[in-house]
Structure formats: structure tokens, C-alpha cells
């Protein structure tokens, strides 16, 4: 079975420009999660979402946007990027809730110049 | 707020040597402690899941401990290999049903000399 897919995998965009990345589950999986990686440090979580709800949001501007299609994939949308958004974008899925172990993609690496 | 802290944050040792990684959590309300694998540029993989419930889970030449009223967890290496390099993460679910998902700490960067 196919792990967690993302994509793209790399992204380069310019200040104040619109993003969208997307993330396939493991078949199956109705939970996806996005987090931000910013380099050196831990992921910091963004959304949840479960059957196609907004489950938990992390402590995110309103530009972070998100959702969840009805077969379980999912898009993380930002608006009007600045420079620290820079960063690996990761996707996590989980059978349920979240409760369970989460099984990451590899991830988007964004770069906004 | 919620914190989770890895000490140390990197760590270079001699291939085969045992090692412990070190986890610390502020609130021992949690529902699950899990380790992670992170090699440079790539996504996450899970290594051992704890919950709440238990004390240790075991895979192959990993061991991790959770001891939740002093908030502590420790990741055990045992004969340590050149491709156990790399970043391992600490990440605490806390017991909001989920809603607030994982929180993580910083990584231990870990280096294995052949």
C-alpha cells in the first residue's frame, strides 16, 4: 500500500503570493493533519481534520487555510505569504482521530523569497 | 502552554555503543507519547508509540520508557549503526481528544562514527 503523498515536493514563491499544497492519506485513513517545520526546529501543528471537518487548529494566522475532500484527501491553502513562511510543510494521517500512531509524508519544502 | 524538551540536542557517539535520548513534557496529561525518525530533508517516521496506559514498548534494538508523573520519556538505542543517524523527535499527544494535535519537541541530532 502507498504511504502518505504530497504534493508538490518543492515550491519557490514570492512575498505576498497565494499557496496551495495537497495530501493524499493511506488508503483507508480518515484523519489528516498538516504541520509547519521551520528548519531546526519541531513540527508546529497547523489543522486537523476528520470526515471532512476542521477537527483542531493550531496557532496559525487566518491566511492558513485547509480542507478535506470526501475521499479523505486534503489541501493546505496560505494566503499572502511572507518570508517566514518558509518551510517543510508535512502531512500526517491516521486511521481515526489522531489518536492512533500518525504516519507522515515526506513533506513540501516551500521557499518564499 | 504546553512544551516538550529534548536534551541533548545533539549527540555524537562511536558505532555499538548504547545511548539514551531524553524527553521531558510540562503536563502529564497526555494520551500518548510518540518517537520519531526524521533523516535530513525528509518527512517523519514513526518509530515506537507509548500510551498513556504503559511503561515501555520494545522494536527490535529500540526501547522506549514513558514515565508520566515526573513527565519524562527515554529512547534507548542498543548497539547503535551508522544509519541510526539522524534527527529523532519527542511528540506528546495531550489528552483534548486529539484536537490540539502532536506537539513536539526540538530533536536530538544524532551522529553514529563508523
Known amino acids: 500500500d502507498a504511504g502518505v503523498t504530497q504534493s508538490p515536493t518543492h515550491l519557490i514563491k514570492t512575498r505576498g503570493q497565494h499557496v496551495t499544497l495537497r495530501c493524499s492519506p493511506i488508503s483507508g485513513h480518515k484523519s489528516v493533519s498538516w504541520y509547519q517545520q521551520v528548519l531546526g526546529q519541531g513540527p508546529q501543528f497547523i489543522f486537523q481534520?476528520?470526515?471532512?471537518?476542521?477537527?483542531g487548529r493550531g496557532n496559525f494566522p487566518d491566511r492558513f487555510s485547509a480542507r478535506q475532500f470526501p475521499n479523505y484527501s486534503s489541501e493546505l491553502n496560505v494566503n499572502a505569504l511572507l518570508l517566514g513562511d518558509s518551510a517543510l510543510y508535512l502531512c500526517a494521517s491516521s486511521p481515526k482521530r489522531g489518536w492512533e500512531t500518525q504516519y507522515f509524508g515526506p513533506g513540501t519544502r516551500l521557499l518564499v523569497l | 502552554k504546553q512544551e516538550v524538551t529534548q536534551i541533548p540536542a545533539a549527540l555524537s557517539v562511536p558505532e555499538g555503543e548504547n545511548l539514551v535520548l531524553n524527553c521531558s513534557f510540562t503536563?502529564?496529561?497526555?494520551?500518548?507519547l510518540q518517537w520519531f525518525r526524521q533523516d535530513p530533508g525528509k518527512g517523519l517516521t514513526s518509530l515506537l508509540l507509548?500510551?498513556?496506559?504503559?511503561r515501555e514498548q520494545t522494536s527490535g534494538r529500540l526501547n522506549a520508557s514513558l514515565d508520566k508523573s515526573s513527565g519524562r520519556s527515554t529512547l534507548y538505542i542498543a548497539a547503535s549503526q551508522p544509519g541510526d543517524s539522524a534527527t529523532y523527535l519527542c511528540?506528546?499527544?495531550?489528552?483534548?481528544?486529539?484536537?490540539?494535535?502532536?506537539?513536539f519537541g526540538k530533536g536530538t541530532h544524532l551522529i553514529i562514527q563508523p
Open positions: 507509548i500510551q498513556s496506559s504503559q
Open positions: 503536563d502529564s496529561a497526555i494520551y500518548n
Open positions: 481534520y476528520y470526515e471532512k471537518e476542521e477537527r
Open positions: 511528540a506528546v499527544l495531550y489528552s483534548g481528544g486529539g484536537a490540539d494535535g502532536l506537539t
